[in-house]
């Protein structure tokens, strides 16, 4: 499947290295004492930065919707020493069982899912009962000025990287029917962890 993502693929990483090296690596850390198995799905792997903070013990898949990030994803895979499976899917219609993975999980994914809904939806229908979903999102800051830039920016960055970067994807996980219990703030309230059961 051919996405906007795949024409920055092989640059993503570099782009992101300063933000990673800044604070983004120190919270997907968090990650590897979050996810519980023994099975668990991480929704947008992307180019598979979060692979190394994927715990020990836990059998992973990891999707998403661009071959060219993917390939990149395998090659950390192999790096890796967990039980990590690949696989190329769209979060809105993930081809899974309902009631599958203990764990659900995503890192700055959200902001640009077509449908977060129906994504986040599919996401509630394949964790088990009392399962855990884990966001690392960034979102609608709360603040009136940031939100109106925000707002004013979105169309924009939309148009350029396919990212929404005025959602309020707290409020959207809600209404996805997820119990949300814990909403953290990261980095103003722009940059939010996010932690929810299914109702």
Do not use: Q
Not at 30 to 41: F, N, V
Not at 56 to 80: K, N
Not at 175 to 180: A, F
Request: charged residues 30%.
């Amino acid at each position: 499947m051919n996405t906007g993502f795949d024409r920055v693929a092989s640059f993503y990483d570099l782009v992101l290295w300063p933000f990673e090296k800044l604070c983004i690596t120190r919270w997907r850390a968090r990650l590897r004492s979050r996810i519980a198995g023994p099975l668990a799905l991480e929704a947008g792997v992307g180019t598979g930065l979060n692979i190394p903070f994927y715990p020990p013990g836990v059998r992973i898949t990891a999707v998403d919707i661009s071959r060219r990030m993917l390939e990149r994803a395998r090659r950390r895979v192999e790096r890796s020493r967990g039980e990590v499976e690949i696989l190329e899917a769209d979060v809105e219609a993930l081809p899974f069982e309902d009631r599958r993975f203990n764990t659900v999980f995503a890192t700055f994914v959200f902001c640009s899912v077509s449908d977060p809904l129906r994504g986040l939806g599919e996401l509630r229908r394949v964790v088990k009962p009392g399962g855990l979903l884990l966001l690392l999102e960034h979102v609608r800051p709360e603040s009136a000025w940031g939100g109106a830039l925000f707002d004013r920016l979105s169309p924009f960055s939309a148009r350029l990287t396919g990212e929404f970067i005025n959602r309020r994807t707290g409020d959207l996980v809600r209404s996805s029917g997820w119990v949300v219990r814990a909403e953290e703030l990261l980095a103003t309230s722009a940059v939010r962890w996010i932690e929810a059961e299914p109702s």
